[in-house]
């Protein structure tokens, strides 16, 4: 069976009825206009298929097209040789050596936007790495932002942060539960027209199957389930804080016997090339403490609900624990910026010096501007005044004479309604009206 060619003259004559518009749409039109492959990566119903659907003319769809997954292993040629350009390959692993003649069909005509491909294991990057080398680009793709989702109205630009504009713009104070809500729920795409409950449920069930299938399928060895559930339970448990593989193979004893450091690794390795958890790493500048910096990663997983999920509780219990309801929101800041940093070209980082001073994101230019950002669930001006003071003493002990000083320092609130530069040089900019 050939691909199935979709109708002339539409602009995007494959996207899905009920497709929500991403911000990472623009990283993908700018890798299609760049080389001939495109990888689509990221975790399991985040929307990769529908935002490669989006740019796609024609499809393969080997997971859900028993003809399809046919052509592909036994006519790979043919197959991919015909069809309006960009030809979706959707879960390409299922016939992995659809790359190689990706990769000759590439070499023949140097033409760009050939080919999309996606993706949730990454099993194969040894085959992405090695021979796509000069052809391929990679997208990855999270879950959505609170803007994508709708709960953000992103008056305030992270782009126009870092070029140092004015900060501007009246929002809307959501409620505690509310909050515990928007973080249950989560940036899935099947989600925002569910109850938090049924979300949960999803998550709930989207962890047993990592533990139970997904891990397995990654690793191309049997893993005990239960096992896998203290780890991301520990995971969890730690969600935002930096957390040695020591102190997460203790931290598994509390419901069962502890992991050994072996299996630890192991289980972290796999967790990270299945898009379920994502480290953020330490920003390395120059400081004038003797005391070296603290170089490991802030543990994240890539939503903060499969962390709600894998601990069992709601929005209610997670709205009465201020101290879990603001590791949970730092989690969800993180993502956000990750999202909108990806977009406009920056990277996002956490920064710990030897005494004690921390940075809970600090974004990061190509051109090497940065910005430091602060992220805080309360907003009035005592916790205010108190994080402003706090986050410039740390950024006065870093050594600016390579990196230069911060374009911007901002406080990222969950209950803030206004979002305004203060006297000092800070920025105060509530979650709900934050965009690229």
Not at 339 to 350: C, E, L, N, R
Not at 390 to 401: A, H, M
Request: some cysteine.
């Amino acid at each position: 069976m050939k691909a199935r060619a979709s109708p002339a003259g539409a602009d995007h004559p494959l996207q899905p009825a009920g497709y929500r518009p991403r911000i990472a749409e623009g990283l993908l039109d700018d890798a299609l206009e760049a080389v001939p492959m495109v990888l689509v990566e990221g975790a399991k119903g985040c929307g990769k298929t529908w935002l490669a659907l989006s740019r796609a003319r024609t499809k393969m769809m080997l997971a859900e097209d028993p003809d399809a997954l046919w052509a592909a292993q036994t006519l790979p040629h043919e197959s991919l040789s015909s069809g309006p350009r960009p030809l979706l390959v959707d879960e390409w692993q299922r016939a992995p050596h659809v790359w190689d003649t990706a990769r000759g069909l590439s070499d023949v005509d140097h033409g760009t936007g050939k080919f999309l491909f996606t993706g949730s294991y990454a099993r194969a990057d040894a085959v992405t790495r090695h021979s796509g080398a000069g052809r391929l680009m990679r997208v990855q793709l999270r879950p959505m932002s609170l803007l994508e989702t709708g709960d953000s109205t992103g008056e305030v630009s992270l782009s126009a942060l870092m070029d140092g504009q004015s900060c501007s713009a009246l929002g809307e104070r959501p409620s505690a539960v509310r909050l515990a809500e928007l973080i249950c729920r989560g940036g899935w795409p099947r989600h925002p027209h569910l109850s938090t409950a049924a979300c949960q449920r999803l998550l709930v069930a989207y962890l047993d199957e990592t533990a139970r299938v997904d891990l397995n399928v990654e690793t191309g060895s049997a893993h005990n389930p239960e096992k896998v559930g203290r780890l991301l339970r520990a995971l969890a448990r730690n969600v935002a804080n930096v957390a040695s593989q020591a102190l997460l193979g203790r931290e598994t004893g509390a419901d069962g016997a502890k992991l050994n450091h072996q299996t630890v690794s192991r289980y972290l390795d796999a967790l990270t090339r299945l898009f379920v958890l994502e480290d953020l790493a330490a920003w390395s500048p120059h400081m004038r403490s003797a005391s070296p910096a603290r170089q490991s990663p802030k543990r994240h997983m890539v939503d903060p609900s499969l962390a709600v999920a894998a601990l069992g509780v709601g929005p209610e219990r997670l709205a009465g624990d201020p101290r879990a309801l603001g590791s949970m929101f730092e989690s969800l800041a993180v993502r956000d910026l990750r999202v909108y940093g990806d977009a406009i070209d920056m990277s996002v980082f956490h920064h710990r010096d030897g005494d004690g001073g921390e940075i809970d994101a600090v974004i990061e230019a190509r051109d090497g501007r940065w910005m430091a950002v602060e992220v805080k669930l309360g907003a009035n001006p005592a916790m205010i005044d108190d994080s402003a003071h706090r986050l410039r003493t740390v950024v006065q002990r870093i050594d600016t004479s390579q990196r230069g000083d911060p374009v911007r320092l901002v406080i990222l609130t969950a209950f803030g309604t206004v979002a305004h530069d203060r006297s000092d040089g800070v920025s105060v900019v509530p979650i709900s009206l934050l965009g690229p």
